[in-house]
């Protein structure tokens, strides 16, 4: 993907073409298919987005300063952009396709879910969880017969079990505010995917869950540069 030079890149075969994915870092993505460009959370802290694409859709999971980066989403949108938010990002862009957890809708022609991302265990000094129930969304994007969970800022929680035919899933380690590498790991076996990338993972040690996936058939663990 031109603009991208210096970021890892995969490259996963869809029956509607390949599926490039490029690792720009953090909790946050560049993928190409079909010649559209999607962004996730943009972040202004891990790219140079006036040399990165434009973007068909963008995706962004919650409010957080670090997914909601107002000035990396105006670098990155034109006015034929396509955002899919949540509706309390919504209210601070003051536009966008707004979905709540359990919502679908096609954007740039690709269906995209939207999944529940919360904390159960980890929490504020007061009480209250990093990423409440309801504020945020994971998204699941239907490219040919690939399926692609980015599962946002949330614990392992119930709802991914009910997720179906995942074939991909980015699911975050930072600690304290999402996933422990044991908590990653039974995340992983409740989606099923056959290729599980850490993300958004800080200081934690991504060997962790590779080891602690490492007997399990059909599940590969991919290391990349996204602390």
């Given amino acids: ?26 909790g946050t993505l560049m ?47 034109t006015e034929d952009t396509e955002v899919v938010l ?53 998204y699941v994007l239907t490219l040919g017969d690939v399926r692609v969970y980015v599962a946002g800022d949330t614990e392992v929680i119930p709802e991914m079990g009910d997720l179906e035919d995942i074939d991909v899933a980015f699911l975050p380690m930072n600690l304290p505010y999402t996933m422990t590498p044991e908590m990653a790991a039974e995340a992983a076996r409740a989606v099923g995917a056959r290729i599980v990338y850490p993300y958004h993972f800080g200081n934690t040690d991504t060997s962790e869950l590779v080891d602690l996936l490492a007997g399990e058939p059909g599940i590969e663990v991919r290391i990349r540069n996204m602390a």
Avoid: W
């Fill in 31 to 77: 993928m190409a298919f079909q010649n559209k460009c999607i962004h996730v959370d943009p972040y202004s802290s891990v790219a140079d987005y006036g040399a990165l694409p434009k973007a068909d859709l963008v995706l962004i999971t919650h409010e957080h300063g670090d997914h909601l980066d107002m000035d990396a989403l105006a670098q990155v949108t």
């Fill in 86 to 138: 949540t509706p309390i990002c919504a209210q601070r862009t003051g536009g966008g396709k707004a979905l709540r957890n359990g919502e679908r809708t096609v954007a740039a022609g690709i269906p995209i879910e939207a999944a529940p991302a919360y904390n159960v265990q980890h929490k504020r000094p007061d009480g209250a969880p990093f990423h409440p129930p309801g504020a945020g969304n994971g």
């Fill in 1 to 26: 993907m031109s603009g991208a030079k210096g970021f890892e890149r995969d490259v996963i075969p869809t029956s509607e073409g390949d599926l490039e994915i490029t690792f720009l870092g953090h």
